[in-house]
């Protein structure tokens, strides 16, 4: 069985930083894309950051040149670092990633439990 688990979440100052990690647990499967979504509260769930197994890479406007997303195929793990955080940034966020299990063909999309960020002063 398959899980993603994330951490990293917290409360920062306007202007500070977070790095949020996600692994992804069991064994028996490769890892299509990754990305990183968030809901802030009374809004659906929107898209922060995506990257393919080979390292394509797409950014919501709202996050660009703030937040960079990257990957460590060999620890199958999924991170988003996080800089001049603002306000606005405050949300639950989830991780996702498309997993095809071993003698499977096609991929099923998993997700995180979500970490909460909050940035207030």
């Known amino acids: 069985q398959v899980q993603l688990v994330e951490s990293g979440g917290g409360l920062v100052q306007p202007g500070g930083s977070l790095r949020l990690s996600c692994a992804a647990s069991g064994s028996g499967f490769s890892i299509n894309t990754m990305g990183w979504y968030r809901q802030a509260p009374g809004k659906q769930r929107e898209l922060v950051a995506t990257?393919?197994?080979?390292?394509?890479?797409n950014y919501a406007d709202s996050v660009k040149g703030r937040f960079t997303v990257s990957r460590d195929n060999a620890k199958n793990t999924l991170y988003l670092q996080m800089n001049s955080l603002k306000p606005e940034d405050t949300a639950v966020y989830y991780c996702?990633?498309?997993?095809?299990?071993?003698?499977?063909?096609?991929?099923?999309?998993?997700w995180g439990q979500g970490t909460q960020v909050t940035v207030s002063s």
């Open positions: 996702n990633a498309a997993i095809i299990q071993q003698g499977m063909i096609w991929a099923v999309v998993y």
């Open positions: 990257i393919s197994s080979g390292g394509n890479i």
